[in-house]
């Protein structure tokens, strides 16, 4: 729907990619989503809250892919080897349904929740740091609210990216150079409520910050 509008994709967002959120909505793997040029939001502009229903933010690791990454039979190590670099992110969630209580289904007619994205300034080669133990602080208005590290993420990112390869192959579809994966959320979501502040601080992928229109 969103391309039939003129939305170009610019990759690929994965949902409920840790074990307590699927036990939360009674699935065992995650699920994944297109992300498109109309969910990009710049650095330093607010969260639109006016075009949103129930934004809440999320810190996540992203992928920026640097070649065609083709499904089926993609190990972590390969998805990590088609990754030109790694960044820090911020997803903006939104759901048409009250208090984010919703079936699998819903959530795939929902797009999972897809609402904007904001990926930070610092970009890093993916066999510099061990994404697994990469850690973030998510900070709401000076406090401290949360924390986790990659291996919340699917039990490591790369695994992330491997099974959205591997979930596209069957619908006879590919990651392509340039798109922007988002892995899933490190931490619960947090409201983003009016003028907000709102920072994820990640060990080497430096900060990402919203705000709250």
Known sequence: MRISR????????????SKAKQRQVGV??????????????????????EKMIHARAEPEIAFVMGRRLEGPGVSAATALAAVDHVVGAIEIIDSRFSGYKFSMMDAVADNNSSGRYVTGPISVRPDSLDLGLEACLLEVDGEIVDSATGAAVHGHPAEALAFAANTLAERGLAIEPGWVILTGGMTDAVPVRPGARIAAHFTHLGTVNVSGG
């Open 6 to 17: 003129g939305e170009r994709v610019t990759g690929v967002k994965l949902g409920v990619t």
């Open 28 to 49: 065992d793997s995650p699920s994944t989503a297109w992300l498109t040029d109309a969910m990009i939001l710049p650095i330093g502009e607010p969260v639109p809250r």
